[in-house]
Structures are given as C-alpha cells and as structure tokens.
C-alpha cells in the first residue's frame, strides 16, 4: 500500500496569537468552542485542544484516518491580507517560527509551509528566503486578495523567488481579509463564506495567474489551488466561448493543465469533473484535516495521487 500524502491541513499556532497588533489574532480562553477574532471578525471554532493545536492529536488523528504525511499550512483566517505590512510581516515571522517548533517533534510525520506578507513583494521575499533557508520550511502559502490581482507585475519578483527557492506556491481563499469579514454581507448566512465565498476567490485566482500571464511568465512555477481551482472547471467552456466572443484565440483550456489542483472536493461529480479538465497528474491530495468537511476514509484515488504529491513538494 502506497503512503498518504496530505497537502491541505492547517494549523493554529499558540505564539502566533497577538502578534498582528490591533488585529489580533486572538482565541478565547476556554470552552469546548471558542471565539477566534481577526480584526473586526470573528467565528466560533472548536480550535483549543484539537488537531489544530495539538500536534499529537493530529498524528494519532492521521494514524486512525491512514495519512502517513502532512503539509501544515497557515490558518485562512489570519491570512491578513489587507492590514499593513508591518503587522502582516510581524505576524509571519511568529507564525512561520512557531511552525517549526510545531512540527520538530514529528520530522516524519509532518512538514511546513510558510506564511507571507504579500502585501508588500520585498518583504514577501525576504520573509520567504527566511522561512525556507533558515526554518526549513518547505512551501510557500498564500491567500487570493491583497488588494491587487495576483497577476500584478509587482508580484514577479515574489514568484521569481519561489521559483529560485525551487519550492512550491499554495493558494487557499480567505473571504476576510484581516481587517473585516466578506464584503458582501449576503455571505454570512449558510456557511456561504467557506462555500460559495472560497470557490469565487478560488476561480478569480486561477483566471488571474492563466490570463493574467504569470504562467507563461514563470514557467518553472509550482502553483497549487485548493478546492480543484473553485468553479474553474465548471466555467472552462465559458472562458473559452468570451475568448470567441472577443475576437481573441484561447489556449485556456490548455493553459489550466500549468497548474495544480489539490482534491479537496466531495468524490463524486464535482471531483470527476476536476479531473477530466486537467487530468488527475495535476491532482494532490488534500484533506482540510480537522474541519467540517474533512473526508472520513481515504480512497484508492487519494492513494493515487502520492506520486504527485512527491514531485509537487520535491520530496524525492
């Protein structure tokens, strides 16, 4: 039987509370569930004592679902994406710190990814280079808004180091974005936030690095969206049918395969149909390990997708 590799398992880390400024964050003290505040929002999460926090739960978690190893990642949440650069590095520094000593205790079970202040593309580099040739880290993890789309030319210089670093590039959608929650208030009722809210980042995202040119701009570029890309896929005939519409040749279709996608989707239709757009050699697998919707078994379609897990986080 082949190794479980899980590329989407995030992580709340006890010293990275407070170090944001004013923006926190900040988890309550006790209770079964607590509040955790990012700026002016706040959820109520079951965080203290869980996976999230408490490294020994999480592996003997993995062990009962057959993960043999995890990618850690930020929490979505305190992405900060629209504070000030100066809380954002303060926060990343911390966050990215903590990560190490978080996962040192289980080398062989889990890895780290680094948190950015990509609000602000130097800082970004610097903290990167740090994160990857001082702690260790092994991926770079970004959200979907900073106030500028993610095909901005300031941004070149950051993917121009992710490529150097020869580490991969994760995006994870937040609809908060440090300062407040989702624009759209429509979005708070129904969990539409962590639906809706992610997939419409999610495919803004993807439509932004293929259209945008950041691809074909940094070919050797590893960039991994969670969610199968959002509702990319679905839309695909659509971005090509507007590529008609203006006068224009589309090699979107195409372009999407550059890519990755990790397979955090229900199996079933949704999935399939990630798959049949881009292939399953551009599939992780991805869990959302301790949430809501984490998955329950794990399939010989997870299992299979371990060699693109290997090459995407150059582990072999």
Known sequence: MSMVIDIHAHVVLEESLGTAGEYGPELSPDGNVQDFRVGDYVMRVPYRGSVFMDAQKRVDAMDVLGIDLQ??????????GH????D????AKAS????VQHIDPFKDRLLGSASIPLQDP??????LERAVKDLGLIAAYIGSDYGFSLDDPKLDVFYQTVVDLDIPLLIHPATNNGIRGAADERLSRFGLDLILGYAYEETIAVASLVLGGVMQRHPKLDVCVSHGGGAIAFLKQRFESMATFLGKESSFAEDLKLLWFDSHLEEGPAQDLVVSTVGSDRMVFGTNFGGWDTPTVV?????????NAIRLLRLA
Do not use: H, V, W
Not at 73 to 78: F, I, K
Not at 96 to 99: L, Q, R
Not at 122 to 127: G, H
């Open 71 to 80: 990618l850690l990642s930020p929490n979505p949440l305190s992405f900060f």
């Open 83 to 86: 504070i000030n650069a100066g």
């Open 88 to 91: 954002a590095l303060a926060f």
């Open 96 to 99: 990215n710190d903590a990560m």
């Open 122 to 127: 130097e800082l970004a580099c610097k903290e």
């Open 299 to 307: 399939t010989d379609f997870d299992r299979g997708l371990t060699p």
